[in-house]
């Protein structure tokens, strides 16, 4: 008898440790209704979002919110052919921590979709002078287009769109190949060809009609202070109700021989 009592008491105690251990579980579990998920740490995703902004490969950039310390936090990873790089941001009001891993791969993922990685690397801000004012410029990069941004969230203009200049010419060396990426968050500039390179970002001012493009900040260290120098204004892109056309003085003086011109795009997505 006395054995079934001390059975019973033992049972009775291991019930209520679970059922504790349960509710403690429960109370710091934290649900997200955006994803209907449930969550157990404090950290709650924003934004998750494709920017082009340091890479003409995109971004994919998620803006957090520590809800226990209210630390925002911006983590980013950059893709690339021979390796990849991935950033993260803390700070409040300003910077607290920030870093970057770059990591190699042994051989180019054109030749292996799944390469091994060949080295890593670790930068802090206190790394050196020169790799915090790198990640300064990065972070700085992040929080303009998130949180300064000048273009609508519903805008009509978001895709990707390009057109050559002189793609008919006997000489390759005179082909100019243009890309322009709009989204919700940003808008970028891309030339490429014989000896140029550009990769800016742009302002604008957009209406059902026409998007107004002016020149923000160069990207990739590509500025080019000649070009710039003489006009800043990279024009308006209208629609006719059957093609995007391009009107740019920056085009026209810079990559175009001073000829005014219209550039039909082609909206690729």
Known sequence: MKNTI????LLALILISLSCKKNN??????????????????IKLIKDTILFVNSSEGEDVKFSINNTTQDSIIESEVLGETGKSTYKFIFNKKLKTGECNTYRYNEPIYVNPNPKIKSHTKETLFTSSKTKERLQKIFNSYTTVLFKTTLRKSNIWNGVYSFSINEDSDDWRNIHEIKLTISKDSITYLAEGFQLYEYYMLSSKNNKKTITLNFLKALDNTENEIHLQKTKDFGIIGFDGKDYVLQSPYIDINLNDEKKQKYKLKKIK
Do not use: M, Y
């Open 25 to 42: 579980r429960l109370k710091q579990a934290v649900f997200n209704s955006n994803t209907d998920e449930i969550r157990t740490d404090s």
């Open 6 to 9: 001390n059975s019973i008491c």
